[in-house]
């Protein structure tokens, strides 16, 4: 049991017992890529696996993490100074981000504790399941629980993962919300439809009579602290330019959501052909992802696992010609999957790398599952499941 471990490496290392286990799961996002940045919806699930990390309050603002994940090292830092390098600028970030909503360190005193932590994970680093974020969430809630926090309210947690999302962005991919919000906000049987503008979280029955997801590691990473992280950021930066194209069109619209809600289909197509081609790609996948979310939360409600099959072949499509952020390798695993029985397949997550969502029955699942573990080492059933949440650290004697 991860969290067991973890409790048992905090002991070994630390001589002493930590206080809690705080949890944060990855995410799959059944559609809606690329769409959060925008302010448009997106439709994720939490998934059973995440990070857990162990953790007991010091006096002081330090943070020292250990962890036995491949290549990680050691954290060592103060959260008053600037963030180091490695995976402590994650945990780093949950502080900045908590110092800059105003979440701690308004009291008597002046700024919050740190904490010795030791950091265990079920789920894989840059296979595109969000293990960062997981672990800014992570760190977050167990520097809110050291500095005697009280419990949250749903709209709390949405503006919570908003200053996550904007702190992590401090020392990662310039990303949007979706990640720390399902994170913070996944409800097991669920997906969630994550909203922006204005923010919103709406709870989505998954039926697992009808549907069974996988997520698969194509095992290629997503490299975000290179060339993919560049990739990406260079798409943020093209949706920031055609949106402005569009509304130099059209008219300003209040971004993407205003242009989606106020401008029938055939004028926003004329206005995306007065964009020079790259901007045109990037906004055709933007707008028609959009649209797709709509029918995907759709069809999740009324069982129709079918439909939803073709909206993610359409998704992985649009990624892959319009959006250019998908890989041979996620083609590929795509590919494979559907040729195997999968209803749909698509690339999950910012892609350039990473792992792909299968969508298939539940009676074929644990074939599918067993046919796909052939050629991809990490293979696993992607169960809609729980929030963030700091676990009893009860330990084995
Ligand atoms: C990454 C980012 C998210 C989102 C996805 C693409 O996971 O962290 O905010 O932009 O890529 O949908």
């Known amino acids: 049991m991860p969290a067991e471990a973890a409790v048992r490496r905090f002991r070994e290392r630390f001589a002493r017992r930590p206080v809690g286990v705080s ?4 995410r799959v996002n059944i559609i809606g890529e690329h769409l959060d940045y925008c302010g448009l919806p997106v439709l994720p699930f939490a998934l059973r696996q995440g990070l857990y990390l162990a953790f007991r309050p010091r006096s002081d603002d330090r943070v020292r993490c250990l962890t036995t994940l491949p290549g990680a090292g050691v954290a060592d830092f103060r959260l008053a100074e600037d963030p180091p390098p490695g995976f402590g600028r994650y945990i780093h970030a949950a502080g900045a981000g908590l110092a800059a909503g105003g979440w701690l360190g308004r009291g008597p005193r002046r700024g919050f504790d740190g904490f010795d932590g030791f950091l265990e994970a079920t789920l894989p680093a840059a296979s595109g399941l969000s293990s960062s974020s997981a672990l800014v969430v992570a760190a977050a809630r167990a520097l809110l629980a050291v500095n005697r926090d009280i419990e949250r309210n749903e709209e709390d947690l949405r503006r919570l993962a908003l200053d996550l999302a904007v702190a992590e962005r401090g020392v990662a991919i310039q990303g949007g919300a979706m990640d ?10 669920c997906a969630l439809q994550l909203a922006f503008d204005p923010p919103a979280w709406t709870a989505v029955p998954v039926d697992p009579n009808r549907f069974a997801f996988l997520a698969v590691f194509t095992g290629s990473p997503a490299d975000k602290g290179g060339a993919a992280g560049r990739i990406f950021d260079r798409r943020v930066e093209e949706a920031r330019q055609a949106l402005a194209g569009l509304e130099r069109e059209i008219g300003p619209s209040g971004g993407y959501p205003g242009l989606l809600a106020r401008h029938p289909a055939a004028a926003l197509r004329r206005a995306v052909r007065s964009l020079p081609p790259p901007l045109a790609r990037r906004a055709t996948h933007i707008l028609e992802e959009a649209r797709r979310v709509g029918r995907a939360a759709s069809a999740l409600r009324r069982g129709d696992a079918e439909a939803l099959g073709g909206l993610l072949d359409d998704s992985h499509e649009s990624l892959r010609r319009d959006y250019e952020v998908s890989t041979e390798a996620l083609d590929r695993l795509v590919r494979t999957a559907r040729d195997r029985g999968a209803l749909g397949a698509r690339l999950t997550g910012a892609g350039l790398g990473g792992s ?10 644990a074939a599918l599952l067993d046919s796909l573990r052939r050629d991809y080492a990490v293979a696993f059933p992607a169960v809609p499941s729980g929030p963030a949440r700091i676990l009893p650290a009860a330990s084995p004697a």
């Open 23 to 26: 949890f944060a799961p990855g």
């Open 180 to 189: 720390q919000s399902i994170a913070l906000g996944g409800r097991a049987g």
């Open 356 to 365: 792909a969502v299968v969508l298939t029955t539940p009676d074929r699942a």
